[in-house]
Antibody
Framework: EVQLVESGGGLVQPGGSLRLSCEAS????????MDWVRQAPGKGLEWLSY????????YYADSVEGRFTISRDNAKNSLFLEMNSLTVEDTAVYYC??????????????WGQGTVVTVSS | DILMTQSPSSLSASVGDRVTITCRAS??????LAWFQQKPGKAPKLLIY???TLQSGVPSRFSGSRSGTDFTLTISSLQPEDVATYYC?????????FGQGTKVEIK
């Protein structure tokens, strides 16, 4: 059974940093591209970033480029999101999601339950 | 970047009604469009991928279609358990943008 479990959320002051983790199980982690998506309170879904299975290719939304860094440890079946220079606008539920691997672009097929990040003084 | 315009933002329909939600891409994305259902406090759930393909386990009353850069999610007979917010997402390339969402309620 595919499982994705996020952790690392919490309360942080504006300007601070936080590192989110996503532990994967039930599939061959290193084969799959992985994404981070967030949802601010009462708002829609916002795609943030993805990383290739090898970890060599990463892409970011403009809203987080230069502040957030996605990475992965395939030996530990783990995905990370390092978040710096946080602002109140980064307050959201953060989800990790797996991309279904195809020859070509793949869709998000499994999601974690999310971890809550609150940026407030 | 390609914009995804989803409409309507909300709708109210009766049980048994046919419901249609539309997502328009500002440029061609081939069939690289997915639809998700999200219930309050829960993670999104994949309904449709490659614009037309029903995810395993999803009821057959859900269907997807495409006409050029216009994509449609149809619920053929709305059920009480379909109350949720629905999102489209394009995934042909980064950024993998979501539509703004459509909140579906029962009248």
């Amino acid at each position: 059974e595919v499982q994705l479990v996020e952790s690392g959320g919490g309360l942080v002051q504006p300007g601070g940093s936080l590192r989110l983790s996503c532990e994967a199980s039930g599939f061959t982690f290193s084969v799959h591209q992985m994404d981070w998506v967030r949802q601010a309170p009462g708002k829609g879904l916002e795609w943030l970033s993805y990383i290739s299975g090898s970890g060599r290719a990463m892409y970011y939304a403009d809203s987080v480029e230069g502040r957030f860094t996605i990475s992965r440890d395939n030996a530990k079946n783990s995905l990370f999101l390092e978040m710096n220079s946080l602002t109140v606008e980064d307050t959201a539920v953060y989800y990790c999601a797996r991309t279904y691997q195809l020859p070509g672009p793949g869709h998000l097929d499994y999601w974690g339950q999310g971890t809550v990040v609150t940026v407030s003084s | 970047d390609i914009l995804m315009t989803q409409s309507p933002s909300s709708l109210s329909a009766s049980v048994g009604d046919r419901v249609t939600i539309t997502c328009r891409a500002s440029q061609g994305i081939s069939n690289y469009l997915a639809w998700f259902q999200q219930k309050p406090g829960k993670a999104p759930k994949l309904l449709i991928y490659e614009a037309l393909t029903l995810q395993s386990g999803v009821p057959s009353r859900f269907s997807g279609s495409r006409s050029g850069t216009d994509f449609t999610l149809t619920i053929s007979s709305l059920q009480p358990e379909d109350v949720a917010t629905y999102y489209c997402q394009k995934y042909n390339s980064a950024p993998r943008t979501f539509g703004q969402g459509t909140k579906v309620e029962i009248k």
